[in-house]
């Protein structure tokens, strides 16, 4: 059986495969998080808390949203307001 020799390259794909989770695991541990579950979310096998925020911004009513809309609307017409009373005592400043 003829040796084979390693190549540079080779060496650091072998390399690379066992530094880098290394390099993750240490990390996620150096920062007090769960490193296996911080993977599963990375790869996604384990669905994230996000889907969980949009089943709760789902269930508020329509009417909340209107009313929000509603408020939102009208402090922005009273800051138009306001502008334009600055515009004016600007422009008889001068």
Same mark, same amino acid.
């Given at each position: 059986?003829?040796?084979? #020799? ?8 072998? &390399? ?5 989770? =290394? ?8 920062? $007090?998080?769960?490193?296996v *579950? $911080?993977f ?15 089943? *709760? &911004? ?5 009417? %909340?949203? %209107? %009313? ?8 922005? #017409?009273? #800051? ?5 009373? =600055?515009?004016?005592?600007l422009?008889?400043?001068?």
């Open positions: 059986m003829p040796k084979r #020799r390693v190549t540079p390259f080779t060496r650091f794909f072998i &390399a690379i495969i066992i530094i880098v989770p =290394l390099a993750f695991f240490a990390a996620s541990y150096i920062n $007090n998080e769960d490193p *579950s $911080n599963k979310e990375m790869v996604g096998i384990e669905q994230t808390t996000s889907t969980q925020k949009k089943v *709760s &911004a789902d269930s508020h009513s329509k009417n %909340e949203f %209107e %009313e929000q809309i509603e408020e939102l609307q009208s402090s922005l #017409r009273e #800051r138009d307001k306001e502008i334009e009373q =600055l515009r004016q005592q422009k008889d400043c001068q």
